[in-house]
């Protein structure tokens, strides 16, 4: 459902296909530069590695990992923390979807950049999907851009959302693949 929020990191952006995946995670990139992941979230001179990426993409869709860390994460978060727990429920809603971000990411300007991620779910062919990444108050946050599309795309309003005035679902049905 609305994993890829964070994803949506983490899957989010546009693609062809009318419903919006939710990933679970397939790592794919090494760190070799030997700095740690938390160095990495926080240094503006260079947008973090793939795997840095996927481990907040992970790190939000934690069930164990308290909102009020999570909204470090993503940009505009803030302003609905309650948010995360959707994003735990449609991870595990949706187990069938996967994802790799299969790219370094590509800066966009100073304070943001855009990777791509292979998602792929059960009985379909793997979807490159772009996301984005920003340099906010010190770090580096999944962008809201990419959440809210897809939380629209669920039928899902929250106030870090453009038009959106509540976390609610207005919908219990999921968009079909």
């Given at each position: 459902?609305?994993?890829?929020?964070?994803?949506?990191?983490a899957a989010c952006g546009s693609d062809d296909n009318d419903?919006?995946?939710?990933?679970?995670?397939?790592?794919?990139?090494?760190?070799?530069?030997?700095?740690?992941?938390?160095?990495?979230?926080?240094?503006?001179?260079?947008?973090?590695?793939?795997?840095?990426?996927?481990?907040?993409?992970?790190?939000?869709?934690?069930?164990?990992?308290?909102?009020?860390?999570?909204?470090?994460?993503?940009?505009?978060?803030?302003?609905?923390?309650?948010?995360?727990?959707?994003?735990?429920?449609?991870?595990?809603?949706?187990?069938?979807?996967?994802?790799?971000?299969?790219?370094?990411?590509?800066?966009?300007?100073?304070?943001?950049?855009?990777?791509?991620?292979?998602?792929?779910?059960?009985?379909?062919?793997?979807?490159?999907?772009?996301?984005?990444?920003?340099?906010?108050?010190?770090?580096?946050?999944?962008?809201?851009?990419?959440?809210?599309?897809?939380?629209?795309?669920?039928?899902?309003?929250?106030?870090?959302?453009?038009?959106?005035?509540?976390?609610s679902r207005k919908s219990s049905t999921r968009p079909s693949?």
């Amino acid at each position: 459902m609305i994993a890829a929020a964070l994803l949506t990191v983490a899957a989010c952006g546009s693609d062809d296909n009318d419903s919006p995946p939710v990933p679970s995670v397939a790592a794919t990139s090494a760190n070799g530069s030997g700095t740690s992941a938390a160095d990495q979230r926080t240094d503006g001179s260079k947008p973090p590695t793939a795997q840095t990426i996927e481990a907040m993409i992970n790190e939000a869709l934690d069930p164990n990992v308290p909102n009020a860390q999570k909204v470090l994460l993503v940009e505009g978060a803030e302003r609905d923390p309650d948010i995360f727990d959707k994003l735990v429920q449609a991870k595990e809603e949706n187990q069938g979807i996967s994802y790799a971000v299969t790219n370094p990411p590509i800066r966009q300007g100073p304070n943001k950049a855009r990777v791509t991620v292979q998602v792929t779910s059960e009985g379909n062919p793997p979807t490159p999907v772009e996301a984005t990444i920003v340099y906010q108050q010190g770090r580096w946050k999944l962008s809201n851009a990419t959440v809210c599309t897809l939380l629209s795309a669920y039928q899902v309003e929250s106030p870090m959302c453009p038009g959106s005035t509540t976390s609610s679902r207005k919908s219990s049905t999921r968009p079909s693949n």
